[in-house]
């Protein structure tokens, strides 16, 4: 069952065919409202479950649900606290939300294996604590890798090079999925590119460029 | 018919008479017709009640049990065992049944005839038999001819003694007259053991004979000796033989018990000269002994009596609680018509005066108190219903409690089981427990919605039992987990926190989480109070266990027990409100969010 009563007021718009672009994507009121699913009105959605069963259930609904408001905000990361206040955690007009401990569960469990790694904690600097931001792959770097060289193929770059803002941030890449791409993603979704002996990067720090072949 | 069909309980335990009251139980009893096993009723439990002896087999209960009506026994015969062979109890049925046959062709003639006794002391008719010896002088005096020990109380109006002129207490004559009876009962009708074509001197004075407590005189020298003895304890004369030479059926004296042949063919009911009951696990002295006395007691005669003959006759026509259930009602001619406020008054103020001297003489002694306990129990739950109505308080528990009177009857003791085998004591008290949950003139677990924590039972069991002869709480979970052992329509169960519950074997957790979700259903629909933020139509409503527990009829415990069994079983999930916790029904499970186009 995807989605299946969708509110008729704004047309569910695919991410990439934004009308709007935006021009601070991280920002999680963009225009467009995202379509929640009917379960985000559920109020026990936003009880972790103690019974197993349910409770997986429960956490691959969340998982998709963070995952599909993320695309659709373009958030490639979460600020776990500043997150909580957003309409992804906290649903207002059933005035349920999900409490810190339990999104941080939620999130622990994208990370897992049983999640299917689609988050992924930001350890900063060589403290290695939890900052309370991790990474929502709504496509992990692997899916992403092949994104860019699917664009560098239509768009025949093949040879030339690129900078890695010109990737992120130019006009040119409006409105490719990976527009407003956090850098640090951009350049562990190249590494694997360059693992797979498909691009080069090269350059100094601040200005890389990167080469596909 | 000697043998009758019984008819059994839910529990597996006879169904009782009215005022039949349960006065030995015992394991491992075989039955015997004659002298021959009647298979597939070898191994029971046999209950002796006040006016039955029965028979209920282990393994085939609905099919295999019988009662013997204690009115139909001639008379009771002990065997003590002997190496191998088991004690053994017979029973002989009242010769009136038998007469056609050859054990009554020595005396002959009609079942009436008195001229087989001839004992000189008592005079030759028998209402003037009895004799009452005064214990103050300890002259014998007559019975009056009048003078009917079932329907005696204590305003019945008794003689005073010839010799010093003091008035016996009640129950001495009772007792007299009732061991009379018994003895004139037992030598008006022919005896099958008696007045055989002897060797031995006289019909009369030589005859042994049963007297009133049992034992068995010598033929030849006329001591009592106790019945399990074979030969006479004086002089030595076998009593046993002398039996078996006439009857033939007697138990014969060492006879291996189990090998024994069996009965084969149906069992015929007019054939029956004597059963047995072989007590393969002990018991059977107590057994014998109360046997002996429910014989005595003739309870069964009590059951026909008119209850109080009463003393004034303008209070021939109680309509009160206790004299309402007497069928017959003397119509007294010359009652004078009182009516209106005057009329009630003073039919009120009889009614006083009559308990009171019903209550004065009963407490006059314990003795006293027993032959009428019937009416004080009538009394005292006419005066429990009163104190209730007075008060206004009465709750179930204490309903249940005033029903304890007419409950003790069913009670399972200690001291009625046999052997002192605790296995017994609890599969007793188990049956006992199903049977009065499963009562539906209590509907305990019907008022609990079908299900009851074993620790409130436990209370409400003990109250209903009026304070004596309390269960102790290891005994009764002992005796609560053999309900599945024994088949019984009741079911332990036990929930994830530890809590038991007792519960109807039919009422299962499908059942359960059925009914939940039938309800939580209903709720879409309906219109609630507040307006819910979310969509009713879609989700319906979360409930508590509060809420749960008032319309299932539930305590709040076993509310919060039954809804997270079914949320364990993923029929519902949980929402932890600032209110406390709510259960819905499962759409995490049937809604899912999937969707994640690529």
Not at chain 1, 147 to 171: C, F, H, M, N, P
Request: proline share 8%; with cysteine; aromatic share 8%.
């Amino acid at each position: 069952m995807t989605t299946p009563a969708l509110p008729p007021g704004p047309s569910p718009t695919p991410p990439t065919a934004a009308s709007t672009p935006t021009l601070a994507p991280s920002l999680p009121n963009a225009p467009p409202t995202f379509p929640f699913p009917p379960i985000y009105a559920f109020p026990p959605f936003f009880t972790l479950q103690p019974s197993p069963t349910t409770l997986s259930s429960q956490l691959s609904s969340w998982s998709a649900l963070i995952q599909s408001y993320c695309r659709h905000h373009r958030i490639f990361a979460l600020t776990l606290v500043d997150a909580l206040a957003t309409p992804l955690f906290n649903n207002t007009s059933i005035s349920r939300k999900l409490s810190l401990a339990d999104a941080r569960r939620v999130l622990n469990w994208m990370a897992s294996a049983e999640g299917g790694h689609r988050a992924e904690w930001i350890t900063t600097g060589k403290g290695g604590g939890e900052a309370g931001r991790c990474w929502v792959f709504w496509k992990r770097p692997e899916e992403w890798a092949a994104v860019l060289e699917e664009w560098v193929e239509r768009t025949a770059q093949k040879g030339s090079v690129v900078t890695l803002y010109e990737i992120s941030e130019s006009d040119v890449t409006r409105r490719e999925e990976f527009h407003g791409m956090d850098g640090e993603l951009l350049s562990r979704s190249l590494g694997v590119c360059v693992k797979r002996g498909k691009a080069q990067i090269f350059g100094g720090e601040g200005s890389e460029g990167v080469k596909f072949f | 018919m000697f043998l009758n069909q019984l008819d059994l309980t839910t529990a597996l335990r006879p169904s009782l008479l009215p005022e039949e009251t349960l006065l030995f139980v015992q394991d491992a009893v075989g039955l015997y017709e004659g002298k021959l096993k009647i298979p597939q009723y070898q191994n029971g439990q046999a209950y002796l009640t006040s006016h039955r002896v029965c028979y209920v087999d282990h393994s085939e209960p609905r099919r295999n049990s019988v009662a013997i009506f204690l009115k139909d026994v001639e008379r009771p015969e002990f065997y003590a065992g002997f190496l191998k062979s088991s004690p053994k109890i017979t029973l002989y049925p009242k010769p009136s049944k038998q007469l056609t046959r050859g054990t009554a062709v020595a005396t002959g003639n009609a079942a009436n005839t008195p001229d087989g006794r001839g004992s000189p002391a008592p005079a030759a008719i028998p209402s003037v038999s009895a004799t009452w010896v005064c214990p103050i002088c300890s002259f014998s005096n007559p019975v009056p001819s009048n003078f009917d020990p079932a329907t005696a109380n204590a305003r019945t109006p008794l003689p005073p003694c010839l010799a010093c002129g003091i008035k016996p207490p009640l129950v001495h004559v009772v007792k007299a007259a009732i061991s009379a009876m018994s003895n004139r009962e037992a030598s008006t009708l022919p005896p099958p053991y008696s007045a055989g074509p002897s060797t031995t001197t006289a019909a009369g004075s030589g005859n042994q004979a049963i007297s009133g407590s049992g034992s068995i005189s010598c033929p030849r020298c006329t001591f009592q000796n106790h019945p399990s003895l074979a030969s006479c304890e004086m002089c030595g004369a076998s009593l046993g033989s002398a039996t078996d030479k006439r009857l033939d059926i007697a138990p014969e004296i060492g006879q291996a018990a189990s090998p024994g042949p069996s009965l084969t063919g149906p069992l015929k009911d007019e054939t029956i000269q004597s059963i047995k009951f072989s007590f393969r696990a002990g018991g059977e002295k107590i057994f014998f002994e109360r046997l002996k006395n429910a014989l005595v007691q003739r309870k069964w005669l009590l059951q026909s009596a008119p209850p109080i003959p009463k003393p004034r006759p303008a209070s021939g026509s109680f309509e009160d609680g206790y004299s309402a259930n007497t069928d017959a009602p003397v119509a007294n001619p010359e009652r004078s018509k009182v009516v209106g406020i005057a009329g009630l008054e003073r039919r009120g103020l009889e009614q006083r005066k009559n308990n009171e001297a019903m209550i004065g003489s009963a407490f006059e002694d314990l003795e006293a108190l027993m032959t009428s306990a019937k009416e004080i129990i009538a009394l005292a739950e006419q005066f429990s219903s009163q104190a209730n109505l007075g008060t206004n308080g009465s709750t179930e528990a204490s309903a249940l409690a005033s029903q304890s009177a007419s409950a003790l009857g069913l009670v399972t003791t200690k001291d009625m089981l046999g052997s002192g085998s605790e296995s017994l004591y609890v599969s007793e008290l188990s049956r006992n427990l199903a049977e009065w949950l499963t009562d539906d003139t209590r509907g305990i677990l019907r008022k609990e919605g079908g299900i009851v924590t074993l620790v409130d039972l436990w209370a409400v069991f003990n109250r209903a039992r009026g304070g004596v002869e309390l269960v102790s709480p290891a005994d009764f979970e002992k005796a609560a987990r053999m309900w599945d052992k024994l088949k019984l329509p009741v079911r332990l169960r036990q929930f994830k926190s530890g809590l038991l519950v007792v519960q109807g074997r039919d009422r299962t957790d499908e059942k359960t989480i059925a009914s939940l979700l039938a309800w939580l259903k209903e709720l879409h629909s309906s219109p609630t109070a507040t307006t819910a933020l979310w969509d009713v139509q879609t989700f319906g409503k979360g409930v508590t266990a509060q809420e749960t527990a008032e319309r299932f009829g539930w305590s709040v415990g076993v509310a919060t027990e039954e809804l997270e069994m079914a949320e364990e079983a993923g029929a519902l999930c949980r929402e932890q409100g600032l209110d406390g916790i709510r259960f819905w029904e499962n759409w995490l499970v049937k809604m899912p969010f999937q969707s994640l186009p690529t």
